[in-house]
């Protein structure tokens, strides 16, 4: 070593490729690669305080280093994890280190975790958390850098390292790529691109996006864009997501890895071989019991073998079908929690109000306002669209007082699908599946607890739309004849409730409305970016299962097609839903005071919002979690944007902002309601809303599925027939067989079994979940003031956790455990792995 150099220890960690496997995880786990080539793997340090001024001042780099022997029986590794050591040459005179260059020079690409210099001179211990895959330097035209975890704005980046922190921006933008150019694994390229891929030349769909008509948030690029020999709608059998964006290997060992396209491709064919030739209706309730009880039997061993493994998780396979000592196979799935205490109780009325304030959708019901109900379609398109129900059919159910008495006290609401279906009726009833428009009346009784009053069931007249809806309204009846037409009227709003929660309040207000963002954040801001840091933890794996969603569950006959009653309208639907979508309606108290469910009041403290239902489990436990996360976001925020000038002058937020309203967003790009990002409430407002979004809004309406969804019956997914009339077969056998008659009218059984399958899969949590309150690194920022701020959140979070336990043993709050004796836990922050119905993980992970 010359005079003034200095040796400088390191450590890396890092994944290598051959572990990534999920078909024999646990075995590749315990064998170290023979193939990994530690010598072909260099690295360099970049100067952030010294800069070469032959070079546009870019940031001194030192020599070459190579990774050393793999440091073994080190307990704090996760699973997979491999590490090892490096030793730098340094001259002191170039200054402190603020990044690292790495080359891999093996053909084998790794996924690198962290790089860490133990004890720099005058500087101490420098750390860079990478999470990126790192292919042969064939594959870039550019240097991979990775930058120490200190925080930067733009302004105030080291001289030396602006140039670097400007081309890694330039490079994840794609500026160097072709327009034409056939996005490959390895390409780090973020941009957009309209939901095109949906459909294919024999069953086409609309593209979404771009268009007044079906305007839509954009989705990730995944190659060239459409030629004029592609239909509206193209098929890309290899979709491109940039890797990093990609589910981790542990995700992957899970099986959850290959959720949609094995459930898609192999799961639910296999199932449909073994179920042919069997009938395809439940003639009882007690038949439906039997998937989760003993199991269906299915008439052949189902194939769980090598040959299968290669083509479906095992797991996956393992989890659903059994054999008994006999050798006789079963078709079985665990108990739905919303069953387990009782198997009748969700055919109260009770519960089914209930699920509208603590289910897995109470983003839905609002207070109704005026009476009777009325239509905002154009009337001189649709006609009479208002509602038919009357102060006769509801006043013997509002305990005593009238309508107008009742409405003044806040005590009736509404859960409304009626203008959102009615365009579409006739075009869903030509397919085999048969749906209503439907209005519910609910009345708040003194217990705080809601009863349903009032259903009406509403079809296009038959001359024409233009002559209006023709409409019947059904009262609740609990015997006879009648009570099974009532328990009718509920599913037919269950059915129209499972649709929109699937495709409006989890699809496009959580996974879809999420991308732009994780693709303009990408873009615009650096790694170095204090908002970079902020919210790049919130968008783990959203591209990767959004991907997934677009070849397996929402494409053209696709498994939600399959399921739900508007068929292959599904994302056409959510597309005109889309055209009223306000992202700043998006946070929680807004939403609450727009649906007329809470109210601001005065008091000596200050202004607070009041719930107008007590005992609101959704809003009463996420309330908590928005001003938890309010709050760090707006010290996190202060920290780093002491006035309105800093975010003004932030040339990387400003272009962020700008690209997420007139690109990712650009349908609704001229919409008044954007902030305008001039200020620091602005900057904490919309930072708030999209951690919001991607983490307890979506933990809400997803891992509760498989509690409330997975039992058919409770929320069916399609109607295939018409109310009965009398006079008919059907209404006749009301009489004598109801459950046969209400098991034919709603979803099939091999519906039901895939639309179970498909609510366990998404209600599951990876075992490498991270959620909110934490990081899958501790080591993100060197900031202090952050760090303090962070755990502060964290212990927040944990204080909620105890106060839902707490609330939920409350007798008095009746809504939390219903007649089910379900809790709601939903917007509890941690959980275990699995399905626990429980956990807010970090970002829209599944």
Request: net charge negative.
């Amino acid at each position: 070593m010359g005079e003034g150099d200095v040796e400088i220890k390191g450590k890396v960690v890092l994944i290598k490729k051959n572990v990534l496997s999920p078909n024999d995880f646990n075995a590749t786990v315990l064998d170290d690669a023979q193939d990994f080539n530690s010598q072909a793997v260099s690295l360099q340090l970049v100067s952030a305080t010294v800069g070469d001024p032959n070079d546009g001042n870019r940031g001194i780099v030192g020599e070459a280093a190579h990774l050393e022997e793999a440091i073994s029986s080190l307990t704090s590794l996760a699973a997979g994890e491999s590490e090892f050591g490096v030793t730098f040459r340094w001259e002191e005179e170039i200054g402190i280190p603020g990044a690292v260059i790495v080359k891999n020079n093996q053909e084998d690409e790794f996924f690198l975790k962290s790089i860490t210099l133990e004890d720099y001179p005058g500087k101490g211990r420098i750390h860079c958390v990478c999470d990126s895959w790192v292919y042969n330097v064939s594959k870039y035209t550019y240097d991979r850098i990775f930058f120490a975890n200190d925080t930067y704005l733009p302004a105030n980046t080291p001289g030396p390292l602006k140039p670097y922190r400007d081309d890694e921006l330039f490079n994840l933008r794609g500026d160097g790529v072709a327009v034409d150019k056939q996005l490959e694994e390895w390409d780090r390229v973020y941009d957009y691109a309209y939901y095109d891929d949906l459909g294919n030349p024999k069953d086409p769909r609309p593209v979404l996006g771009g268009t007044d008509e079906y305007p839509y948030p954009r989705r990730g690029k995944t190659g060239p864009p459409p030629t004029e020999e592609d239909t509206d709608s193209k098929s890309k059998p290899d979709v491109y997501v940039p890797r990093d964006e990609k589910f981790g290997h542990l995700k992957q060992a899970d099986f959850l890895g290959l959720t949609l396209k094995s459930l898609a491709q192999s799961v639910i064919p296999i199932i449909r071989s073994l179920l042919k030739g069997t009938p395809n209706e439940y003639d009882s309730i007690e038949d439906v019991l039997k998937l989760f009880e003993g199991g269906l039997p299915v008439p052949m061993t189902p194939p769980i073998n090598n040959k299968v493994r290669n083509d479906v998780p095992f797991e996956m396979l393992r989890s659903i079908f059994v054999t008994d000592q006999a050798g006789r196979s079963f078709l079985k799935f665990p108990l739905p929690d919303n069953i387990k205490e009782d198997k009748t109780a969700w055919k109260t009325d009770e519960e089914f109000a209930r699920q509208m304030l603590a289910g897995v959708n109470p983003l839905v019901i609002r207070r109704l306002q005026e009476f009777p109900p009325t239509s905002k379609l154009d009337p001189t398109k649709y006609g009479n669209q208002n509602s038919t129900i009357t102060a006769a059919h509801i006043e013997k159910n509002l305990e005593g007082l009238t309508v107008e008495q009742a409405l003044s006290n806040n005590r009736v609401y509404i859960l409304d699908s009626h203008d959102a279906l009615m365009p579409y009726l006739n075009r869903i009833n030509s397919t085999s599946n048969k749906i209503y428009a439907t209005r519910t009346l609910l009345f708040l009784k003194n217990d705080d607890t809601l009863k349903p009053i009032a259903i009406e069931l509403s079809l296009l007249h038959s001359e024409g739309e233009e002559h209006g809806a023709v409409s019947q309204v059904f009262t609740p009846s609990e015997v006879g004849v009648e009570g099974s037409i009532w328990q009718l009227a509920k599913a037919y709003v269950g059915v129209n409730d499972y649709g929109y929660h699937e495709l409006i309040s989890h699809w496009l207000s959580t996974h879809a409305v999420t991308e732009p963002f994780v693709i303009a954040t990408n873009r615009h801001l650096s790694a170095l970016h204090p908002i970079n840091k902020l919210l790049v933890p919130h968008y783990r794996d959203t591209m990767d299962i959004n991907a997934s969603a677009r070849q397996s569950l929402i494409n053209a006959g696709g498994i939600l097609e399959s399921i739900v009653f508007p068929d292959k309208f599904a994302m056409e639907m959510s597309a005109v839903v889309y055209k009223s979508w306000n992202f700043m309606e998006q946070a929680l108290p807004t939403d609450l005071i727009k649906r007329g469910l809470a109210e601001i009041i005065t008091e000596a403290d200050g202004p607070k919002l009041r719930l107008l239902i007590k005992d609101y489990p959704y809003a009463s436990d996420g309330l908590e979690i928005w001003s938890a996360i309010e709050t760090w976001v707006k010290e996190y925020c202060t920290i780093y944007y002491p006035n309105d000038a800093t975010v003004q002058s932030d040339v990387e937020l400003q272009a962020w902002w700008k690209e997420v309203r007139e690109v990712g967003h650009g349908d609704l790009q001229n919409e008044t309601w954007w902030p305008t990002m001039q200020t620091v409430s602005d900057l904490t407002q919309s930072c708030t809303i999209i951690i919001w979004l991607a983490s307890a809004l979506h933990a809400a309406v997803n891992f509760g599925q498989y509690a409330y969804n997975a039992f058919l019956p409770n929320r069916p997914t399609i109607s295939r027939r018409f109310m009965p009339v009398p006079g008919t077969k059907e209404y006749e056998m009301l009489e004598t067989n109801p459950d046969k008659v209400f098991l034919e009218t709603i979803t099939t059984e091999i519906q039901s079994i895939t639309g179970t399958a498909l609510m366990q899969l998404l209600s599951m949590h990876a075992s490498d979940e991270v959620y909110l309150g934490t990081r899958d690194s501790p080591e993100w920022t060197t900031d202090q003031k952050t760090i303090v701020a962070f755990e502060k959140f964290g212990g927040k979070l944990l204080e909620i956790e105890e106060e839902i336990s707490e609330k939920n043993k409350d007798p008095n709050l009746k809504n939390r455990r219903g007649p089910v004796e379900l809790p709601y836990t939903l917007l509890v922050p941690t959980s275990s792995p699995g399905v626990t119905g429980k956990g807010i993980p970090n970002s829209v992970s599944i």
